[in-house]
């Protein structure tokens, strides 16, 4: 989120007084042996240091790097507003223009984004957080981001806004600078660590051009079926969606060729009286509505499919006086901020065979609230 301009406009002055070749995306020469990986090998101030005073960080490589490619993948959280990098050889120092506030957290994190000059990718995404106060925050959120077809959004950002009781659901968030950003892991799993208690909205997107922003004209994005997170939440799911994208949802009794089918039946469990429950392959989505019982189990069945792999995801309804089952999820709306509708999934493809009855697909949908 950071304003580029300045950093690569002072990258040009320092240009001349760094040496190692710094300004080229090739290593400097006589240098050590390329190594197969990147990693942060030390910083300053130290990870958990407390009562930091400084308003500058010292990053260690084990290789090089440039400004360029640090900038790409570093993300400070909450936002420290502009910053200059200088770098030279394997040691980055990372400036901040205006002094940091009093009794703060702050998490400093660079993403697989992140390339040496070689082409090598960091190992893992590295964090590193400090305080300026006498007490690190260690409150987290965490949960999952899927793509639209369920596979892992493993180029996803998850960001957050604090939201104080008196603010909430006013403004929009697409003018706002978040309090807290992190990149989803190869499995779409994402954990906010190290920030202050309280309450957040959130959502994630697709960073497509890596510039650490939303662009709705060419980015996904997912919104969580709860307006408001509380630190400590730990099932949040999101899938990401094109604002102007349409599905084909077509209602089970349409598929043709009966005698050709299969079938597929499960469980849904999760709070209210039904529930939508689709079939999606890659080219159409079969639908059915699933009722609860007096247990409040709640039964669905997809008696004729045509023979496939299918990913069986359900989903609550915003509305509640809509059962149509050709009634499409509803991913909500980042601007007026309105949530998803609450969702979930069988994590494994099902296979369909002709004249063959698959059981016991059960899914679990987590209602709005906590």
């Known amino acids: 989120m950071q304003s580029t301009s300045r950093i690569l406009t002072l990258f040009l002055v320092l240009l001349p007084g760094l040496a190692g070749g710094c300004a080229s995306d090739r ?47 570093l993300i400070i959280s909450p936002s420290v507003g502009e910053y200059d990098i200088a770098i030279k050889g394997r040691f980055a120092e990372i400036r901040m223009e205006r002094p940091l506030k009093k ?7 660079i993403n697989k984004s992140l390339e040496s000059n070689w ?90 051009n890596h510039d650490g922003q939303y662009n709705p004209e060419t980015e996904e994005i997912g919104l969580s079926s709860r307006a408001v997170v509380a630190t400590g939440t730990s099932d949040l799911l999101f899938r990401l969606y094109r604002m102007n994208h349409e599905t084909l949802s077509l209602a089970a009794n349409q598929v043709p060729h009966p005698y050709e089918t299969g079938s597929i039946s499960g469980v849904c469990f999760t709070t209210g009286q039904y529930i939508i429950v689709n079939a999606s392959n890659a080219t159409k989505s079969y639908s059915v509505t699933a009722f609860g019982n007096k247990k409040g189990i709640l039964h669905y069945s997809f008696p004729e499919l045509p023979p496939g792999s299918y990913t069986i995801s359900a989903y609550i309804p915003s509305s509640s ?47 709005s609230h906590p």
Do not use: C
């Open 27 to 73: 290593p400097p020469s006589g240098g050590p042996a390329k190594p197969a990986i990147v990693q942060v090998i030390s910083s300053d101030p130290l990870p958990s240091s407390v009562n930091v005073s400084t308003q500058t960080i010292h990053l260690t490589f084990n290789n090089y790097v440039t400004v360029r490619q640090l900038l790409k993948g």
């Open 103 to 109: 009794n703060q957290t702050y998490v400093l994190s």
């Open 119 to 208: 082409g090598e990718p960091l190992a893992i995404p590295y964090t590193m957080a400090f305080s300026t106060g006498a007490v690190i925050d260690n409150a987290t959120i965490s949960g999952k981001v899927i793509n639209a077809d369920f596979s892992p959004a493993t180029n996803a950002l998850i960001v957050a806004f604090a939201e104080p009781d008196e603010n909430i659901g006013k403004g929009s968030l697409l003018s706002r600078v978040p309090d807290y950003l992190v990149q989803a892991e190869a499995s779409g799993s994402f954990t906010f660590n190290h920030i202050s208690s309280g309450s957040y909205r959130v959502f994630a997107f697709n960073d497509r």
């Open 321 to 367: 006086k809509q059962t149509d089952s050709k009634k499409q999820w509803s991913p909500g709306s980042i601007d007026p901020f309105l949530p998803a509708d609450p969702f979930g999934y069988f994590a494994e493809k099902v296979t369909v065979r002709a004249r063959w009855a698959t059981e016991h697909i059960d899914i679990q949908v987590k209602s």
